[in-house]
């Protein structure tokens, strides 16, 4: 059995649903979730959005290999109503998917790299996945996740979700 950290982000229309949706489409398709963080919001991250994100991270025991998994997510985000643009950069979307750690493996393909190269520039990806297991080493650095905390160089705000009731 394998394991995998995720990351879930929505940042348009109901988000807490498109959160749940992924969580439920990515347990009958990839793998079981084991763990999961509270819900942040943050502030959108490379460009500007009115609207702010919920970001969760979950962990994952699965028999897929990571490209499987990517092809997985891809599917699920296009059913959830993701609309990729072809080099516009970051946009606000419905869902986002993104594989955080595969193992301890480090994975560098055409179309997949992992650990996913991002997570130390991001608190919304960095809190959460403390939260949930405090004893993950990034493969690539070594470095534990409350180093890459206190190196993080974002300053967006992140912090728990509260929904308005």
């Known amino acids: 059995m394998n394991f995998a950290y995720l990351l879930l982000g929505s940042n348009l229309d109901d988000r ?31 460009f500007q ?7 969760q991270v979950i962990r994952i025991e699965t028999t897929y290999r990571p490209s499987r998994i990517l092809e997985e ?26 594989i955080l750690f595969y193992n301890d493996e480090i994975i ?13 520039e991001r608190m919304f990806t960095l809190l959460p996945l403390s939260e949930i297991d405090q004893s ?5 650095s070594r470095k534990s996740i409350a180093d890459l905390i206190r190196e993080c160089p974002d300053k967006l705000s992140v912090y728990p979700y509260r929904p308005k009731v």
């Open 16 to 46: 807490s649903a498109s959160l749940q949706r992924a969580k439920e489409e990515i347990s009958s398709g990839i793998g079981k979730i084991t763990r999961q963080s509270s819900v942040y919001e943050s502030e959108p991250w490379g």
């Open 49 to 55: 959005s009115e609207q702010r994100f919920l970001n």
């Open 73 to 98: 997510i891809l599917a699920i985000e296009t059913k959830l109503g993701r609309y990729r643009t072809n080099g516009q950069g970051y946009t606000s979307r419905s869902i986002d998917i993104d």
């Open 108 to 120: 560098s393909e055409d179309k997949l790299t992992i650990p996913h190269p991002k997570i130390p």
């Open 136 to 140: 993950i080493v990034h493969p690539g």
